[in-house]
C-alpha cells in the first residue's frame, strides 16, 4: 500500500494559480505513473492530467490543456499540478493517484487504484 496526500488547495480568484503537490509514503518502490483527477459536486470524477514515471510523457484533459502542467519529483516521492489561468469551472476536489500498472499511463479512474483523500479547490469569478 502507499499512502498519497493532497495539499496546496484553497480559493484562489479567476485568473489566479494555484500548485498542488501530493507526497507519497509507505511502498513507493516500482515505475508507476501517476495521475490527477477532479470531482466537482454532483458530477463523476474526471481525469485531469497523467504523468509517466521518468516524466517524459504527460497527458492532459482537454479543459486544462495549456494551462495545468504535471511534474514529478522522484526523489521526493511528490506529484505537482501547476495550475494557471483558473477559471470557476476549475472548481473542484482534486485528488492524486498512483496507476494499477507500470506499463501503461491511462486517463480513466479505473486504471488507478492508490488515491489521496483530496484537496478543494475554489475558484471565484
Known amino acids: 500500500q502507499v499512502k498519497l496526500v493532497e495539499s496546496g488547495g484553497g480559493l484562489v480568484q479567476a485568473g489566479g494559480s494555484l500548485r498542488l503537490s501530493c507526497a507519497a509514503s509507505?511502498?513507493?518502490?516500482?515505475?508507476?505513473?501517476m495521475g490527477w483527477f477532479r470531482q466537482a459536486p454532483g458530477k463523476e470524477r474526471e481525469f485531469v492530467a497523467s504523468i509517466s514515471w521518468s516524466g517524459d510523457i504527460t497527458y492532459y484533459a482537454d479543459s486544462v490543456k495549456g494551462r495545468f502542467t504535471i511534474s514529478r519529483d522522484n526523489a521526493e516521492n511528490t506529484l505537482y499540478l501547476q495550475m494557471n489561468s483558473l477559471k470557476p469551472e476549475d472548481t473542484a476536489v482534486y485528488y492524486c493517484?498512483?496507476?494499477?500498472?507500470?506499463?501503461?499511463?491511462?486517463?480513466?479512474?479505473?486504471?488507478?487504484?492508490?488515491w489521496g483523500l483530496g484537496t478543494q479547490v475554489t475558484v471565484s469569478s
Open positions: 493517484a498512483r496507476s494499477r500498472n507500470t506499463w501503461t499511463i491511462r486517463t480513466d479512474t479505473k486504471s488507478y487504484n492508490q
Open positions: 509507505g511502498r513507493t518502490s516500482g515505475s508507476f505513473p
